[in-house]
Structure formats: C-alpha cells, structure tokens
C-alpha cells in the first residue's frame, strides 16, 4: 500500500472517530437549546398573564386561542416561587408521535387569591432529531470518503512529485557514471531536506568510489612493480653460480613472490567486481568459452593423468561479460584440477540452465559452502591462495546466477545456475569413466583472468 493511500485511510479513519462523537454534542447542544428557547417563550408568556392578573385586567382576552390555563392554586403550604417546568414525550394519545410536551407552571397571587398559570408547547421529539442528524451524517462521510480518495491523487501529482522523481533518480543512479542527481525544486520544506541529504550522500558516495579505485589502481601499480623487480633479480641471481642449497631457497622464494603476486591481482579483480565494473547486456556464446578454458588447460590436466568428461548442449548463450565467463570458468577448471587426485577423474555438464563441473578429491576440511569466502581453503592443497573460490562466488553474485558447492561421493561438484531456481537438485557422476569423451584439440589457450 503506498504512502497516499495509508494517510487517505488515517484520514477517514479519524473522520469516522470524530464524527459521531461531533454529531452526539451537537445533538446535545441542538436539544438543549430548542428546549430552553421554548422554556423561555412560555415563561414570558406566564408573566404577561401574571402581570394582567395583578392589574386587575381580565386574561382571557389575551390567552383566548392559545394553550395556556388559569386556575385558582389548590395546593397546600408555601407557594412556589420558581415556575414547574415538566417535559413530557407522549405516546399515541391523539398527539403526533414525533412530539414532545414542554409544560410551565407558574404561580401568582394577585387580589388576596393564589392562581396557577400553565402553558404548554410541543416540540420535535428525540428521535427525529437524532434521525435526521444520523442521515446527516452517513451523507457527509461518504462526500468527504469521495472527495479524499479524489483530491488525494490529484494533489499526489503535484505535491509528491518532487518525490516520486527522487525516487527515480536514486532507482536509476550508477556510481560509475559520476553523474549528481538531476533533482527538481520544490517549495515543501519537507522535500527540501530530503533533496539536500540525498544530493550529499550520493556526491560522498562518488567521491569515495573515487578515492577507492584511485587507491587500488595505485596499490596494484606499486605493489606489482617491487615484486616485478624482485623476480627480475632472482632471475639473474639463479643464473650465476650457485649451490643446490641456495637454488632450493631461490625457488621458495620465486614461488612466494608468484603467490603474492596472483594474490594482488585476485583482491583487485574482488575489487572491481564489488564496484560492478564489468555490467553488460550482450549474451555470450558460453559452449565456446568453456571449450577454449578446457584446451587452455590441456597441458595441466594432461600432467595430472586426469580424465575429462564432457557433455554439452550446442548454442547456450548467457548474458555475462566475456572477461568474467573466462575468469568464472578458469577459476572452477584450474580448481577442479589443483584439488584433484592424480588419475581422478572431472566431469563436465553444461545446458543453456546450468553449468556444472565435478571431480574426484578428497573430502573437505570444512563446510562447503565455507569454501566460497575469502582465504577459506580447505588442506588438500598449499598451492591455493584461497581466493580462486570467493572470486567465482562473486561473478555469480554480479550476474545473479545462484551456485552450489557439494560433496557426495568422493565427488566435489560446483553449479552454476543462469537463472533463479527454487530447489537445487545434485547431480552425481554415476561412474567414473576411463575413456574421455572429450579430446583436447588444438585452440590455443587465450585467456588469463590476471590481465
């Protein structure tokens, strides 16, 4: 429910609250009123006759014609100095039903002699009044129903606008474009204030998206160049004369530096991935690219005497950018063949729903899905920097592809599905196969997810 209808109802809502409880004090006050208007007519009328009594004059002149009585007093004890006042509501005795009775009596003594003065009047009844107030009411709270609901989206045009064009300024902002919010003015303090604030938050986001990716570029750039120099170095240092001692602790040292290195380039790779640097709209033709990532590690999977299997649907083209389908693709082989057994066995399955690699290993050290987060790895390899993973993870994230990571049956299987899925069904490998069904051909390797 949207923020106009929500105070449309609180309105009505307190209309219908406040309403009746109006209706029952004018009600009241109506009654009350009409009562002691009429009290006081016939109270006046008492006292004309009173004072034409004490004057000696004769009062039938002046009450002849109307509903008034003049008696000799026949009560006992003190006079009464104030007048009766006695308000009746008949029923059907002759009398309309929708009447009641308002009764003076007022007492005068005039030439030694004590005379009761009584006149009455009808008025409107309770419940005719109440009925037409009720009718009253019913008629106004569906005018004012009707003009709220239709006075509310006409004025939401105008008096919100501001608003909703907010809204979709920040629905349709993209911090790489570096482009402030196009926002309108407006005379609402309200708006104002909201202007003000997202004009400042969104000017802060872009100037620290800046200060970030200046950052990592400069920190790639500097950190990449030392240690450039430094394998240069052991290069020319490996090339004199040394002993297998010193050779030895060469090595370690040029296998340190390559880790560090692939590790530098993984966190800037996590960085713009986290900055969403790599968006498309294009599909890619993914049979291809995940044919050309299995010749490029021929070589490795050759090495490791491990057998490939591969089934594949032709023409299974997914929207993802070429350099993250080449990376996502590298990381999972390269990870399937790094904690693979010597002579194990990879399986491949792609369709135009989901892609999935699976392979031979021992089981996890930890929870699967704890593999997916930065520098969680599990013992099987030290060659792993522990990133390979998360970096996948988060390709998936990027394209909203959901992923999986299972162990069954000595089987570690990852999908990658291209779309939302509600269950995610495991498919095992039923057997490992001894003859590959897929033969490495002659493409050359041409990716590397480092550059």
Known sequence: MNLLNK????????VLLVTPLSMYISYTNIK?????????RLRSVNNYVASQLKRGETPEKTSQGLPISIKPYAGSGIVPTNPEIIHTCLDNNGISRNECKIQINSFVTAANKTY?????SYITSTE??????LSALILKVLLITFIVFVTARILSRYILKPFHHAIDNIHHFNIQKKEPLDLLPTSTNEFKKLNEFLRLMTDKAIEDYASVKEFSENAS????????????????????????KQAALLTDIQNSIDKLSRINRSLILLTKLNNHEFLTEQKLKFCRVEKETINAYSDHI?????????????????????????????NL???????????GNIEINLTSQFFQISNTGLPPDIPTQELFKRFKKSNQSTESIGLGLSIVKQICEVNAFPVYYDFVDGWHSITVYFSSIENHVLFVPAKICKNPLTKIGSIQPNLNFAE
């Not at 105070?7 to 307190?14: E, G, L």
């Not at 009761?116 to 009455?120: D, E, F, G, L, N």
């Open 333 to 343: 082989l390269s990870n399937a063949i790094r904690h693979n057994l010597k002579n």
């Open 7 to 14: 105070i449309s109802i609180w309105f009505i809502a307190i």
């Open 221 to 244: 750039h500097e950190v990449q160049t030392p240690l450039a120099i430094i394998q240069s170095k052991i290069e020319l240092l490996a090339e004199t004369e040394i002993n297998g």
């Open 116 to 120: 009761k003065i009584s006149s009455y």
């Open 302 to 330: 050759a090495l490791k005497n491990i057998t490939l299997n591969r089934n594949c649907e032709k023409d299974v083209f997914i929207k993802i950018h070429p350099a993250l389908a080449e990376i996502l693709l590298s």
């Open 128 to 133: 005719q009044i109440m009925q037409g107030m």
């Open 32 to 40: 009350k009123r009409l009562d002691n208007v009429e009290i006081e």
